[in-house]
């Protein structure tokens, strides 16, 4: 199955699954959800069988962004930190979304009880590991941060990688699975509930008319009462794009020449840290690698990151083979904590669900129980903690600052701050640049057969210049995070609309 990007992740390597054609006809939806991940998927399930019509709208195939491309840790030991969200937000709301991490594993474990759905969910135990004096003080903290909200974790004396360690904590109650295999099964019972989905379909415009959204799309208008955006940042320029940071993530799957593969999910406390699980791989173990997160488009050798990472992994453990090797998108959020509820500055019926964070497994699915209670209009413990609209002037006032600042510098730096000048002619096979060429900012791609592809690097969204990812061979851009592939095609928004073709060779 395809993905936003050139690297094939574990979880859809030989997953090919067809959605049915199904008619839509002209009679309006109860809500239209953009976008088939985890939080488009869950929404969708919980609506349909809440009683709701619902469509969803896929601008590529199902699961073609992150939800293929997680290592999905279902943890509740999220990567912004408990001490940190008890700083900003108070202690009774931190255990607030202790408490959601919880539901979110139960409601995971749910749908797989009643759906009984095979995809290789195991319980693990999860722990944290420090490397220095400096650390040991934050394992510390952080410890006491689990406890306050009632998180259980305790001091270990192991841990299960061969990692030279300090201190460390463990803390049970965590758990992995097979993402895909669990939102195919998702995707069967929606279709069974009566639900529809629309792949290759790519929303252009959002109008209200008459109290019903019609949304204009490259397959047609379709129309419904509510609309829920679950394709990371909504498209538009809004709050927040202002408040959410695009960052990509690397992935190793390696296959170890002896049995050191850890059974639990283990995570360093490194800036950016390493995070380890094991899961399957054609009937034999499969170690999974993580971390080198870098923000989206600021990184100029995205292969250097790869092999940064693998380097690390093997200076740890026996390496026999690399089968998989994958980058993937997510969000942070400026204050911490993901915004989810409606879309500030719109109307009542325009939902957003962004800024997971790390933890999008957790998110995306707690995400689905939001939004899907806001719109039957039943009361949600979590609504207004995790609303888009909130006002917290000094929660992650100096993160948003700092995320700011670094927008508002490729809003207008960039154009002065283009390499200088170089011919087309100079890049090497599958090299991507943005060059200078006659005055003119090109972004200029050479595939491996010495074709040329050219395209105006400024982002349709918002007007950034987009960097080139070697990796995914994708143009990425660093304000928002859009996507696109070699042609200028959208591979992920918020931008809508293709990069200029100038020509090619
Ligand atoms: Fe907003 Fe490119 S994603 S300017």
Same mark, same amino acid.
């Given at each position: 199955?395809?993905?936003?990007?050139?690297?094939?992740?574990?979880?859809?390597?030989?997953?090919?699954?067809?959605?049915?054609?199904?008619?839509?006809?002209?009679?309006?939806?109860?809500?239209?959800?953009?976008?088939?991940?985890?939080?488009?998927?869950?929404?969708?399930?919980?609506?349909?069988?809440?009683?709701?019509?619902?469509?969803?709208?896929?601008?590529?195939?199902?699961?073609?962004?992150?939800?293929?491309?997680?290592?999905?840790?279902?943890?509740?030991?999220?990567?912004?930190?408990?001490?940190?969200?008890?700083?900003?937000?108070?202690?009774?709301?931190?255990?607030?979304?202790?408490?959601?991490?919880?539901?979110?594993?139960?409601?995971?474990?749910?749908?797989?009880?009643?759906?009984?759905?095979?995809?290789?969910?195991?319980?693990?135990?999860?722990?944290?590991?420090?490397?220095?004096?400096?650390?040991?003080?934050?394992?510390?903290?952080?410890?006491?941060?689990?406890?306050?909200?009632?998180?259980?974790?305790?001091?270990?004396?192991?841990?299960?990688?061969?990692?030279?360690?300090?201190?460390?904590?463990?803390?049970?109650?965590?758990?992995?699975?097979?993402?895909?295999?669990?939102?195919?099964?998702?995707?069967?019972?929606?279709?069974?509930?009566?639900?529809?989905?629309?792949?290759?379909?790519?929303?252009?415009?959002?109008?209200?008319?008459?109290?019903?959204?019609?949304?204009?799309?490259?397959?047609?208008?379709?129309?419904?009462?509510?609309?829920?955006?679950?394709?990371?940042?909504?498209?538009?320029?809004?709050?927040?794009?202002?408040?959410?940071?695009?960052?990509?993530?690397?992935?190793?799957?390696?296959?170890?020449?002896?049995?050191?593969?850890?059974?639990?999910?283990?995570?360093?406390?490194?800036?950016?840290?390493?995070?380890?699980?094991?899961?399957?791989?054609?009937?034999?173990?499969?170690?999974?690698?993580?971390?080198?997160?870098?923000?989206?488009?600021?990184?100029?050798?995205?292969?250097?990151?790869?092999?940064?990472?693998?380097?690390?992994?093997?200076?740890?453990?026996?390496?026999?083979?690399?089968?998989?090797?994958?980058?993937?998108?997510?969000?942070?959020?400026?204050?911490?904590?993901?915004?989810?509820?409606?879309?500030?500055?719109?109307?009542?019926?325009?939902?957003?669900?962004?800024?997971?964070?790390?933890?999008?497994?957790?998110?995306?699915?707690?995400?689905?129980?939001?939004?899907?209670?806001?719109?039957?209009?039943?009361?949600?413990?979590?609504?207004?903690? &995790? *609303? @888009?609209?909130?006002? #917290?002037? $000094?929660?992650?006032?100096?993160?948003? =600052?700092?995320?700011?600042? %670094?927008?508002?510098?490729?809003?207008?730096?960039?154009?002065?701050?283009?390499?200088?000048?170089?011919?087309?002619?100079? &890049? *090497? @096979?599958?090299?991507? #640049?943005? $060059?200078?060429?006659?005055?003119?900012? =090109?972004?200029?791609?050479? %595939?491996?057969?010495?074709?040329?592809?050219?395209?105006?690097?400024?982002?349709?969204?918002?007007?950034?210049?987009?960097?080139?990812?070697?990796?995914?061979?994708?143009?990425?851009?660093?304000?928002?995070?859009?996507?696109?592939?070699?042609?200028?095609?959208?591979?992920?928004?918020?931008?809508?609309?293709?990069?200029?073709?100038?020509?090619?060779?």
């Amino acid at each position: 199955m395809n993905r936003d990007a050139f690297t094939t992740t574990l979880w859809q390597d030989g997953f090919n699954i067809r959605i049915p054609e199904k008619e839509t006809g002209n009679v309006p939806f109860d809500v239209i959800i953009v976008g088939a991940g985890i939080t488009g998927i869950t929404t969708g399930l919980l609506l349909q069988r809440a009683g709701k019509k619902c469509l969803i709208l896929e601008a590529h195939t199902v699961c073609f962004g992150t939800s293929s491309a997680t290592t999905a840790h279902l943890n509740t030991v999220l990567d912004n930190t408990y001490p940190g969200l008890i700083k900003k937000f108070g202690a009774n709301n931190a255990l607030l979304i202790a408490q959601g991490a919880k539901e979110a594993i139960h409601l995971i474990k749910a749908h797989i009880r009643h759906y009984q759905i095979d995809c290789d969910f195991e319980e693990k135990t999860g722990y944290l590991y420090a490397q220095n004096k400096k650390e040991d003080a934050e394992l510390e903290t952080l410890l006491e941060g689990m406890l306050t909200v009632g998180i259980e974790a305790a001091p270990s004396l192991t841990t299960p990688v061969p990692v030279p360690f300090t201190t460390a904590i463990r803390f049970p109650e965590q758990a992995q699975f097979h993402p895909l295999k669990y939102l195919f099964a998702l995707i069967h019972q929606f279709l069974a509930a009566g639900g529809t989905i629309r792949e290759a379909t790519m929303v252009q415009q959002v109008a209200e008319k008459e109290n019903v959204r019609e949304v204009f799309t490259t397959t047609g208008v379709y129309r419904a009462t509510d609309i829920v955006y679950a394709t990371h940042i909504p498209p538009g320029v809004n709050l927040l794009h202002f408040r959410c940071a695009p960052y990509r993530s690397y992935v190793l799957g390696i296959r170890l020449k002896d049995n050191s593969y850890p059974d639990a999910l283990v995570y360093d406390i490194e800036d950016p840290y390493h995070y380890f699980r094991t899961a399957r791989y054609q009937g034999t173990p499969l170690l999974i690698i993580g971390g080198c997160d870098h923000k989206t488009g600021h990184e100029v050798n995205t292969e250097q990151v790869f092999r940064e990472l693998e380097a690390y992994a093997a200076s740890y453990f026996n390496i026999g083979s690399v089968p998989y090797r994958w980058s993937s998108q997510y969000y942070e959020p400026a204050d911490g904590l993901p915004y989810i509820g409606l879309l500030p500055g719109n109307d009542d019926h325009l939902y957003v669900a962004t800024g997971y964070s790390g933890n999008g497994m957790i998110f995306g699915t707690l995400a689905g129980r939001i939004l899907s209670d806001l719109i039957t209009g039943v009361d949600n413990p979590y609504a207004d903690l &995790l *609303a @888009p609209s909130r006002i #917290k002037p $000094v929660a992650g006032f100096t993160n948003f =600052i700092k995320e700011n600042a %670094d927008v508002v510098k490729h809003f207008i730096g960039d154009r002065l701050s283009v390499e200088t000048l170089e011919v087309l002619a100079a &890049l *090497a @096979p599958g090299e991507g #640049k943005v $060059v200078k060429y006659d005055g003119q900012s =090109i972004a200029a791609y050479k %595939d491996p057969q010495g074709k040329i592809f050219t395209l105006d690097p400024v982002c349709p969204h918002a007007g950034c210049l987009v960097q080139w990812n070697n990796a995914e061979r994708s143009w990425d851009c660093p304000c928002h995070g859009s996507r696109f592939d070699v042609t200028g095609a959208v591979l992920s928004g918020p931008a809508q609309k293709a990069l200029e073709q100038l020509g090619g060779s």
